[in-house]
């Protein structure tokens, strides 16, 4: 059984950053995907960031060269940096792995 927890959100200007992490349970979590996605007020989830067992990293073009991917397979954990955060930002993020969803951390961004 795999468990995602996620970790980091919270409230922060525009222009600011914040670092979300997932700590993911299993030992083969190095072999595997994982991604990021978003949702926010009445919109569908979308992909945010996705990363593979290879580091081989893909943004959402509203994201990318904003925000960075990267995981730590010594500790099981994803991680997902945010910076120049602007208020369509303003989501809850949730982890996704091997089909399982974490429970989701809000981000909002406001002045």
């Known amino acids: 059984q795999v468990h995602l927890l996620e970790s980091g959100g919270g409230l922060v200007q525009p222009g600011g950053s914040l670092r979300l992490s997932c700590e993911i349970s299993g030992n083969i979590f190095s072999r595997n995907s994982v991604a990021w996605y978003r949702q926010a007020p009445g919109k569908l989830r979308e992909l945010v960031a996705l990363?593979?067992?290879?580091?081989?990293?893909n943004y959402a073009d509203s994201v990318r060269g904003r925000f960075t991917i990267s995981r730590d397979n010594a500790k099981n954990t994803v991680y997902l940096q945010m910076d120049n955060l602007k208020p369509e930002d303003t989501a809850v993020y949730y982890c996704?792995?091997?089909?399982?969803w974490g429970q989701g951390t809000q981000v909002t961004v406001s002045a």
């Open positions: 990363i593979t067992s290879a580091r081989v990293t």
């Open positions: 996704f792995y091997l089909l399982n």
